[in-house]
Antibody, heavy 115, light 112 residues
């Protein structure tokens, strides 16, 4: 079965970069699409972007040029980098496998942006 | 972006009862390929969202038939019959017909 696990710092200072790793087991990231979603305090959910089986990427326009998703196929991992963070980027971050829907998710990692 | 409006925000229920959750989109979710990419999730406390229904009415693997989805165009409904304790949590709809994918605001199913 596909399993995903997010990892990374739980605290980031404003204006710095947020970097997270998603480690995938049970399925190769050279198949399908793999993405990042975040849930803000309260219930609001936001799709951030994805990386495809070929390495192409697509991002939510709301994140403009702050976001980058990359991968390491040798480790079966993909990565999120979000630059110039503010307190409004405080959220729980999830990685997931994508078809037209997100079928398998990691447990999520909470990231707080605070000085 | 397509706005997804879920109602109600909070939904008290008795165990064994039946409930419906509404999800309305600001534009039609019929894709040019003829499919409608509207999906439903449940997020239980302390867990990540789990897929219940994909493409309006298809139950994901392992989802009991107490869950059913229906609707078309801009108006969609998730029905839960014979509510059990493990059904409690926050329900979300998600559209992936239009870019970027967008979620509803969530409906919290809780005990009366």
């Amino acid at each position: 079965e596909v399993q995903l696990q997010e990892s990374g710092p739980g605290l980031v200072k404003p204006s710095q970069s947020l970097s997270l790793t998603c480690s995938v087991t049970g399925y190769s990231i050279t198949s399908n699409y793999w993405g990042w979603i975040r849930k803000f305090p309260g219930n609001k959910m936001e799709w951030m972007g994805y990386i495809s089986y070929s390495g192409s990427t697509s991002y939510n326009p709301s994140l403009k040029s702050r976001i980058s998703i990359t991968r390491d196929t040798s480790k079966n991992q993909f990565f999120l980098q979000l630059n110039s963070v503010t307190t409004e980027d405080t959220a729980t971050y999830y990685c997931a496998r994508i078809y037209w829907y997100f079928d398998f998710w990691g447990p999520g990692t909470m990231v707080t942006v605070s000085s | 972006d397509v706005l997804m409006t879920q109602t109600p925000v909070s939904l008290p229920v008795s165990l064994g009862g039946q409930v419906s959750i509404s999800c309305r989109s600001s534009q039609s979710l019929v894709h040019s390929d003829g499919n409608t990419y509207l999906h439903w999730y449940l997020q239980k406390p302390g867990q990540s969202p789990q897929l219940l229904i994909y493409r309006v009415s298809n139950r994901f693997s392992g989802v009991p038939d107490r869950f059913s989805g229906s609707g078309s165009g801009t108006d969609f409904t998730l029905k839960i019959s014979r509510v059990e304790p493990e059904d409690l949590g926050v329900y979300y709809c998600l559209q992936s017909t239009h870019f970027p994918p967008t979620f509803g605001g969530g409906t919290k199913l809780e005990l009366k």
